[in-house]
């Protein structure tokens, strides 16, 4: 069956730098776009950054563009979110999106 799992979040101060990965199964992934989201506590969902299948093009929400990296692994079916310079405001649960498939997210809190 189809499995998004993300990980690699965790506590980190403000201006620190966290890494998540997505492992997928269950699909072909090297056909998908892939999407992170976040939602922040109290907030909606939103979508913050987005990679092509072949992980030519990206696109990035305003507030973290400059600051996130998002790349993909096809070979080992893998996408990363490379999170710089993080602020507080970051703070959320982050999900990895493939169409209709969502992972469990994971956890990211931005304090000192």
């Known amino acids: ?3 998004l799992v993300e990980s690699g979040g ?3 101060q403000p201006g620190g730098s966290l890494r998540l990965s997505c492992a997928a199964s269950g699909f072909t992934f090297s056909a998908y776009w892939m999407k992170w989201y976040r939602q922040a506590p109290g907030k909606e969902r939103e979508w913050i950054a987005s ?3 072949s992980g ?3 696109n990035y929400e305003d507030f973290v563009k400059g600051r996130f990296t998002i790349s993909r ?3 080992k079916n893998t996408v990363y979110l490379q999170m710089d310079s ?3 405001e970051d703070t959320g649960v982050y999900y ?3 169409g209709a498939y969502w992972g469990q997210g994971t956890q990211v809190i931005v304090s000192s």
């Open 10 to 12: 965790g506590l980190v």
């Open 86 to 88: 993080l602020k507080p």
């Open 96 to 98: 990895c999106n493939a």
């Open 56 to 58: 030519g093009t990206t």
């Open 51 to 53: 990679i092509s299948p």
């Open 1 to 3: 069956q189809v499995q």
């Open 73 to 75: 692994d096809n070979a």
